[in-house]
């Protein structure tokens, strides 16, 4: 890597670290990237030739939460055993740790995801692929185990589980619930959808 | 109302009391006001939309808007949860139609969508209030909210009467998470412009599935 193109990648990181501690610490409204720049101890010019936006900067941090996330699952999943109920309220258990550890963080990414001003490299909430590939792995495998019912909508059950686990967060918002809580009501939930879908 | 003597003669007086000038031009004010704000909301979203433009909108001055309403959040506050008055009667209506529990949710869950598809930035600025650790609780238990949730209690509990679910429907739960669906599906209309009709088939699947565990037999 050429001396020019790694300063480049050591301004951005920098950048990520000083905009990610801010948003957690301030909010992300309250954030200006001119304090990004003073606390990343780089000039605004130079955050505006890496990002085009704040949101963008949002984007960016939380994407790489995310690949800290799912390298984490990545590691657990092989490991998962008992029904697949059980397996869902595993997975997401560790999405609600992960999630909660930087609740600020996450209500910013949130709250983001309802922004007029979206800039088109945004990767909003609930917009998650690699979720969404993880709990199919999961229900494929409990076709094959015996306890998920074949002719069971799979990606109907998927979309019902983004919901509400994505919807179950904001008691993290509203009633400052920790992912202990969460999870308690996501695993109820799961439970009746898990009704749902065993073979008759 | 509570009925002690004399209190039916108060009624009717302030029934009969004529408004004065002044409280008429302050209503007519108002709703100069919440008009223009309606519009503006709806073209720039609630961030975009300014105290000053919504003033020049409603021809007036930025101290008459601030007379009536105390700041942007007031104002959009005042026009949501109109909004979600109507909503909610919208959404009760489509439910009666329905036969059967799945076709009653999913009517009720299209009219919602329905009606806020020609006004999308106001839906994603009312969810992004609905996120905030103060605003949102209180929104929750907004008188219109919790209609809408009553009202998909109310459904689920005539299908348990009917003999479509079970008794052990865990109706409040179940509640819980076909409101979680419905709401989730707004982004996809709001990011992705997804049509009414692919709302709706997205809506019957994850109604299905939630149902699905507490059908009979």
Known sequence: MSIRKSQKEATRQRVLDAARDLFETEGYEETTVREI?????VSVGSVFTTFASKSEILSQVMADRLDGLYAELDRVAPNLRGSTADRLRSMFAIHYAYETRRTKLFLAHIAAAYDWTLGPNTRPYGRNMRLREIMRELLKGGVER????ASVDLEGVIDALTAIYAWTYRLAAWEDADATQLSAVFDRQVGLIADGFRPR | MKHVPGSLQADLEAE?????????????TRLKVLAAARKLFSEEGYEGATIRDIAAAAGM???AVFANFSDKSDLFREIMNADMVLLSE????AAQKGRTVDDALLRAFAAGYAFYKSQLPLARAAFSISWAPDQGPELR??????ALHELIAEQLQLGVERGELSQEAEIKL?????????L???PEAIFLGWSLDALQAKARDQIRVILAGARRG
């Open chain 2, 16 to 28: 009969v009391r004529v408004p004065t000038r002044r409280a008429l031009a302050k209503q007519q």
């Open chain 1, 37 to 41: 720049a003073r606390r990343a101890e």
């Open chain 2, 141 to 146: 238990a907004s008188p219109p909210v919790q």
């Open chain 2, 90 to 93: 919208a959404m009760r209506d």
């Open chain 2, 184 to 186: 989730a599906n707004y």
């Open chain 1, 146 to 149: 015996g306890d998920v019912d």
């Open chain 2, 61 to 63: 001055s930025t101290g």
């Open chain 2, 174 to 182: 179940r509640t819980q998470m076909l409101w979680d669906c419905y």
